[in-house]
């Protein structure tokens, strides 16, 4: 399923539940990682560009994905029980647009010159472990990311 920015804007309070990891690492960060307030980079993929485009918020901590149980449904996994789920989701929020999207093509070229240069995105998971669809961002990567983005730094 699809779901951009612009749809996460649209849903009431720009809030929506991000569901249907099926990846047990990914999982484990939406778990035991996520918590209410953090900020996370809004990703877009299958499009022509894929990139950084956005900015949204945590606002809850991991909870069973409830697609997991619903037969039918793209993400329903019958192995999964309710009271020992496999799978998890949480709640995101939108927070902002960035200023100037940040093309992959861009990271991978800077993540490259990073790790020769000891950069701030030499272990940029994006490019590490591109498949991986939650990851990790380290403070440092997150102040050259938005800071890259043009997105105004907060007193």
């Known amino acids: 399923m699809k779901f951009s920015l612009d749809d996460l804007r649209q849903q009431p309070d720009g809030t929506a539940v991000w569901d249907g990891v099926r990846n047990y690492q990914a ?40 697609t997991q149980f619903e037969p039918g449904r793209a993400h329903f996994d019958a192995a999964s029980q309710p009271s020992n ?12 647009e960035l200023p100037r999207p940040l093309p992959l093509a861009e990271l991978r070229e ?21 498949r991986l669809s939650v990851q990790p961002v380290s403070d440092e990567e997150w102040r050259f990311l938005t800071q890259l983005a043009g997105v105004p730094e907060k007193d």
């Open 110 to 130: 800077l993540h490259l010159a990073h790790k020769q240069s000891g950069g701030p995105l030499r272990n940029l998971a994006l490019c590490t472990c591109p």
């Open 27 to 66: 999982r484990n960060f939406l778990r035991d990682s996520m918590q209410p307030g953090h900020l996370a980079f809004f990703y877009h993929s299958n499009c022509k560009q894929p990139g950084i485009v956005g900015i949204s918020r945590i606002v809850s901590r991991g909870y069973p994905d409830p």
């Open 85 to 96: 789920p496999r799978w998890f989701a949480v709640d995101v929020k939108f927070e902002s």
